[in-house]
């Protein structure tokens, strides 16, 4: 049996790596792959991946487009690909190849991963970089912007001396949450 296992760190991933267009990917080459799919980040748990390389038995064949959607560390792909391999399971890497027990193949695959682990590294290192830039303009706030300007959120405490939270909830979509956060402010 052939799996497919396709996976994004977001729901909001990039453009070229969306679940279906994975899907697509390895559908193209084994059309009748079973797709298993997962939003997931490669650096937590990732309990779909889990169970399926339990579930994989000799013969099967495990079908990933790229390295990064398989595992982010050296030393955690190689921990997968010894199992898999130890259960007679078929890696094949789309962007890559098959991954065999040859030296060569076991050297292809320690260099991809490290690849795999230093882009993350990278990827990790520029973001906080840009975070530790943004910290030293002088209106820098972390995290999301709000949602509601502070006259909305003036309007509907205000609302509040004449309406219930419910009631004001609904007729400005502000949850009771943050206006009883407001109000909190406002003493």
Aim: aromatic share 6%; net charge positive; glycine share 8%.
């Amino acid at each position: 049996m052939v799996y497919g296992y396709v996976r994004v760190s977001t729901t909001g991933q990039v453009p070229g790596t969306s679940l279906q267009e994975q899907a697509a990917q390895i559908l193209q080459k084994y059309p009748t792959a079973k797709i298993i799919e997962e939003a997931a980040s490669g650096a937590h748990e990732r309990p779909k991946f889990d169970a399926l390389c339990n579930a994989l038995t000799a013969g099967d064949v495990l079908v990933v487009c790229k390295m990064d959607r398989f595992c982010r560390t050296v030393k955690e792909g190689l921990g997968y690909v010894d199992a898999l391999k130890d259960k007679g399971v078929t890696v094949h890497i789309l962007n890559m190849g098959l991954i065999d027990n040859s030296p060569m193949g076991r050297l292809m695959a320690t260099m991809l991963l490290a690849f795999a682990e230093f882009e993350r590294s990278q990827i990790i290192e520029r973001t906080q970089s840009g975070k530790a830039a943004a910290r030293l303009k002088p209106n820098y706030r972390d995290g999301r912007p709000p949602k509601y300007g502070k006259e909305q959120i003036e309007h509907a405490v205000g609302l509040l001396g004449t309406y219930s939270y419910k009631q004001v909830e609904r007729m400005t979509g502000i949850s009771r949450s943050t206006l009883q956060r407001a109000k909190k402010e406002r003493r």
